[in-house]
């Protein structure tokens, strides 16, 4: 439903039970109510102790549903045609994700679909896919570019992203990952694609309000280290954040180039090394763990997560939804996936879909936790346990979704008090 159509959170909403971490700023009394004017927070605190300036709000009994903020899906490729369930199966024949690659399928399959589709049928393909995500209570979340490989067609997979984030009330973040793949066009000239991205590509979309971020996958099958620094010193020179697709297949120091450049995230990092995270530390950069395509691809080589843990590392934890190598579209099943396969606490992986993964898109100061003066962006569950958010396989236990200042689902049936 469009945004403009849902009802509005303004009110004084009681009885909430925060979860451990949904603060901003730890304070010594965790609140048990809200208040959202205007669509924003404009006060926390007790039940019992709403200051005056607010009694005459309308009042939400929330009958004590554990409450977190909106999660955040910070790797996302939401927006492309077709589907590649072909390639699953020559997967599961024994083809590895390079040799399908190689074969002529992978990325390249995608782009083909994506660029013969029009700016309509790849929203109507990627708006249900969207409601999916949003239905676990994402409130932000990211959508790369990167099937289209050419301007016009990048332009209408980014210009799809910004629509459905103004369609449905939702922080979108947009990423060009125009680097993403060498175009059929473009064989055996990456140097020549390289140039276009940097030159042609980046600087037109930037200028049309497009781009929020740059990313680049950093691959033996991609694109080298000294091709990823020309894309960032292209996006620096225009005052964008960086991001990188680094270390997924192989050890290609991408993270320690991208924690150079101040990126914002190094994602998948299955192969990161030691300097690696070093750099990441220093930098403040953010592990994005992507446990979906570890399962899908059945890699054996999860993350360093001891050491990212012992770093002080911030870890992230996306869906990474695509086409290829993980068409998953619940982010609590991402949690679960990231403590089972790669061993995160329960605190950890909340963290991941929240605050950690709202820094990996910059948004830190607004979204991913709870704090007076932010957008209204919450969730109430139908849980007992903070640990439930990441027990269950495949529920959708969010019962009322508050997203940017909008009543967007209500299944608890809030009584007005
Ligand atoms: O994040 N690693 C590169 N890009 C995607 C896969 C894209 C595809 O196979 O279509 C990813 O896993
Ligand atoms: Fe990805």
Request: with cysteine.
């Amino acid at each position: 439903m469009p945004p403009s159509s849902l009802p509005g959170a303004d009110g004084v909403w009681h009885s909430l039970r925060l979860a451990p971490g949904a603060l901003a700023d730890h304070t010594a009394e965790v609140p048990t109510a809200l208040a959202v004017q205007q669509g924003r927070i404009t006060w926390m605190g007790d039940d019992q102790a709403l200051p005056a300036a607010f009694a005459a709000l309308p009042r939400y009994d929330a009958r004590g549903a554990l409450t977190t903020p909106g999660l955040v899906d910070c790797h996302t490729h939401l927006v492309y045609g077709g589907q590649r369930a072909n390639e699953f199966a020559m997967r599961l024949a024994g083809a590895s994700y390079e040799e399908v690659a190689k074969a002529g399928g992978g990325i390249v399959s995608s782009v083909l679909a994506t660029r013969a589709a029009s700016e309509d049928a790849l929203y109507a393909q990627a708006a249900p896919r969207l409601e999916q995500l949003l239905n676990d209570g994402v409130c932000a979340i990211e959508i790369k570019s990167g099937y289209g490989l050419s301007l016009a067609h990048e332009a209408k997979q980014l210009r799809v992203a910004r629509r459905l984030g103004l369609d449905y009330g939702v922080t979108v973040r947009t990423t060009f990952l125009g680097a993403h793949a060498l175009p059929p066009e473009y064989a055996g000239r990456s140097q020549d694609y390289i140039d276009l991205v940097c030159k042609e590509m980046l600087p037109a979309l930037a200028a049309e309000g497009l781009v929020d971020a740059v990313d680049v996958f950093c691959e033996r099958i991609a694109f080298s280290l000294a091709e990823t620094e020309q894309v960032f010193r292209a996006a620096q020179a225009l005052g964008l954040p960086l991001k990188l697709h680094a270390e997924q297949l192989s050890d290609m120091d991408g993270s320690a180039l991208a924690a150079r450049y101040g990126a914002l995230s190094c994602d998948h990092i299955e192969h990161l090394s030691a300097e690696g995270i070093t750099a990441m530390r220093a930098a403040g950069t953010v592990a994005v763990l992507l446990p979906g395509a570890y399962y899908s691809l059945r890699d054996t080589q999860a993350p360093p997560i001891a050491a990212l843990r012992a770093a002080g590392v911030p870890m992230a934890v996306s869906t990474d939804h695509n086409p290829g190598t993980s068409p998953a579209l619940s982010l609590l099943l991402m949690a679960n996936m990231a403590c089972t396969l790669f061993r995160l606490t329960v605190p950890e992986a909340l963290a991941g879909i929240t605050c950690h993964a709202a820094r990996a898109l910059g948004l830190q100061e607004t979204h991913g936790a709870l704090a007076v003066g932010r957008p209204a962006n919450f969730v109430l569950w139908d849980l007992r346990e903070p640990a439930e958010l990441v027990y269950w396989l495949g529920q959708q236990p969010a019962r009322t979704i508050v997203r940017q200042g909008r009543v967007a689902v209500d299944t608890l049936g809030l009584t007005r008090l």
